[in-house]
């Protein structure tokens, strides 16, 4: 079974979700989508799933990666990549170490 090896209460854990929350929110203006039109094309009932992203509280999950980086107009790969960082950087720092990923 999976666990991250991040403790959900840790400081930097919250500031890397918060600074990929600011990441997908930056994402989603320069596309000029509102979080209701985004929650559209992602295929989620609730806008109000994008705000708490936005913020920092949750995840997106890896299932619907696909679809965040096409409603976003990103690349999947480098959705993904860049994902990863805020989401799991230990598994990015070991993929990727020092690289510094297209945005």
Known sequence: MY???QRRT???TIELRKDGGQWLKSLREAKGLSQRKLADL???DYYTFISQLETGRGRIPPDRYTA???ALGVEPRSFVKN???FYDPITYDV???NEQ???
């Open 3 to 5: 666990t991250s090896p």
């Open 10 to 12: 840790s400081s930097e």
């Open 42 to 44: 992602i295929g989620t």
């Open 68 to 70: 965040w980086a096409e």
């Open 83 to 85: 994902i990863l960082k």
């Open 95 to 97: 993929l990727f170490g």
């Open 101 to 103: 990923s297209s945005q």
